[in-house]
């Protein structure tokens, strides 16, 4: 609000001063209670701020359930559902119940930045927002609001932000695992060129730093192919990576991109081995024509395990997901979601057990956690703000006849070099 303030030359206009004055106070308080800055105790003593009152707790999401992303937002909005629906019923957290506010940006980052001044005000945290370049535009409000906020996004950029959590590993990090499995495996070797297609923006560039960097450690070239969001048809792409001799094709794009790439390469006679990021799989890809060629060509790298693992909290967590939604596809997203949602719901309860609920308590909560451990892969370490939460992929590989559609390969573990790539970043 713009105000203009009068000269105080009389009782009236200095009255109207010290009115103006208030309310820019009032103005003031609610901008701190907007970042998190407010704190009132509730009537059981522990402290509130935004998005909590007595008896509930309210956490949003900023989802694609109609762009690119659209068959994993809804996985991961239906699996954290799930959670809140599970924490619910037995008791709720800080003796509140749980509600998650829902609002879709399909993949438009104008969109989501409306949709978070929206509910920014009303939400203590944000366990779901999809895409890179969305989290990217939000990475200032985030931080001044002092919101929790895990990224369905792996950039390196997105790191370095307290409040902003990238889970497990990022982007490159996955692409240095690539290159180490394609090589490990003899499908290519020193001299050999590697085709690279990925998405213009954060994701895609983060991607290209690791493959070019395990790439020259391994004495090879990466040919880089570089596809908007919108593109779905990858023959230009196919023919210029046939024509630059690629032995091997990475891709970091969507799941349309890859089963595009995956059927034009087959059909064009360009059979080459394909790795995928995991945001570029999803199981529907085996119900189209590209299924032949995805299950012969394709692996996927990612920090979590496939749905059809044997670990016990996945197949408790599959399990639970398939009564509570039938009929629905069991894929990543609703791991990645369920996981999000459970180490929210853990900073939450740490965070009461501390006596406040307030924002910047929560995420205080959160940095604490040396080895959060969900029971859905690897353990990870949230204390150090500037590094990947972890260091491990697994390998995973498409199989029309798995839950999720994809089974383990490899198990977690940290490629060779990681470290000495993550120390040259600084």
């Not at 009782?11 to 001063?17: D, I, P, V, W």
């Not at 998650?100 to 930045?113: L, M």
Request: neutral net charge; aromatic residues 4%; proline residues 5%.
């Amino acid at each position: 609000m713009n105000v203009t303030h009068p000269r105080p030359r009389t009782a009236r206009t200095a009255a109207l001063a010290a009115a103006l004055a208030a309310v820019l106070l009032a103005g003031t308080a609610c901008s701190s209670k907007a970042d998190g800055g407010s704190t009132d105790d509730a009537a059981d003593g522990v402290k509130s701020g935004p998005g909590v009152t007595d008896k509930t707790i309210r956490l949003g999401a900023l989802t694609d359930l109609t762009g690119p992303y659209a068959t994993l937002g809804k996985s991961i909005v239906q699996a954290q559902q799930m959670w809140a629906d599970e924490t619910n019923a037995a008791g709720g957290i800080c003796g509140r119940q749980v509600e998650i506010v829902v609002k879709d940006h399909g993949y438009d980052v104008q969109k989501a930045v409306t949709a978070y001044a929206d509910i920014a005000p009303d939400v203590v945290a944000l366990p779901q927002v999809i895409g890179s370049p969305v989290v990217a535009a939000l990475l200032d409000d985030i931080e001044r609001d002092h919101m929790l906020t895990f990224p369905q996004a792996w950039a390196a950029s997105l790191l370095g932000r307290d409040s902003v959590q990238v889970l497990g590993t990022t982007y490159d990090l996955d692409m240095i695992a690539a290159v180490d499995f394609l090589s490990r495996t003899k499908k290519i070797a020193k001299g050999d060129t590697i085709g690279h297609v990925y998405f213009e923006g954060d994701y895609g560039a983060n991607a290209l730093e690791g493959s070019e960097w395990a790439a020259e450690q391994a004495g090879m070239k990466v040919a880089g192919q570089k596809i908007k969001a919108t593109d779905s048809d990858l023959t230009a792409q196919v023919s210029a990576l046939n024509k630059a001799g690629v032995k091997a094709i990475l891709i970091s794009a969507g799941p349309a991109q890859t089963a595009s790439l995956a059927g034009v390469a087959a059909a064009r006679g360009l059979k080459v081995p394909i790795v995928s990021s995991a945001p570029g799989y999803a199981p529907q890809l085996l119900k189209t024509p590209a299924a032949a060629a995805l299950e012969a060509m394709v692996h996927v790298v990612s920090a979590a395990p496939a749905v059809s693992s044997d670990l016990p909290g996945v197949k408790k967590m599959v399990a639970s997901y398939k009564k509570a939604y039938p009929g629905e596809p069991v894929d990543s997203g609703v791991l990645s979601g369920y996981n999000a949602a459970q180490l929210t719901g853990a900073d939450l309860k740490k965070a009461c057990e501390g006596g406040s609920l307030a924002r910047q308590d929560v995420v205080k909560a959160h940095r604490s956690q040396k080895n959060a451990d969900t029971g859905l892969g690897t353990p990870q370490n949230f204390t150090l703000v500037t590094a990947p939460a972890s260091r491990s992929t697994y390998v995973l590989k498409p199989d029309a006849k798995a839950v999720g559609g994809l089974v383990g390969v490899e198990e977690a573990h940290e490629a060779p070099g990681v470290d000495a790539y993550l120390a040259g970043r600084g």
